[in-house]
Nanobody, 122 residues
Framework: QVRLVESGGGSVQAGGSLRLSCVVY????????MGWFRQAPGKGREGVAT???????SYADSVKGRFAISKDNAKRTLYLQMNSLNPEDTAMYYCAADFCYAVAAGQGYRFWGQGTQVNVSS
């Protein structure tokens, strides 16, 4: 059974930093594409950053230069380092995973974590 477990959320003042983690259980980790998404109250889900099985990354324009996605294959863990946080970054953050061929085919991510809340105060 595939399970994604996020951690690392919390409350921080503007300009601060947080690092989110997402451990993947029950998956062939080496073939997995993963991503971080967020949803603020009253808004739709937004893609934040993605990382392919070969380590290639992509970012939303709103977080470029401030956030960094990475993974530790040995620990089966995905990370999101968030720096220079601002109140607009306040949201529930979710990690997602699926086989890269499925993501590339436009099928989206089948597996999602439960989310971790990030609150940034001004």
């Amino acid at each position: 059974q595939v399970r994604l477990v996020e951690s690392g959320g919390g409350s921080v003042q503007a300009g601060g930093s947080l690092r989110l983690s997402c451990v993947v259980y029950g998956y062939t980790y080496s073939s997995v594409c993963m991503g971080w998404f967020r949803q603020a109250p009253g808004k739709g889900r937004e893609g934040v950053a993605t990382i392919d099985s070969d380590g290639s990354t992509s970012y939303a324009d709103s977080v470029k230069g401030r956030f960094a996605i990475s993974k530790d294959n040995a620990k089966r863990t995905l990370y999101l380092q968030m720096n220079s946080l601002n109140p607009e970054d306040t949201a529930m953050y979710y990690c997602a995973a699926d086989f890269c061929y499925a993501v590339a085919a436009g099928q989206g991510y089948r597996f999602w974590g439960q989310g971790t809340q990030v609150n940034v105060s001004s």
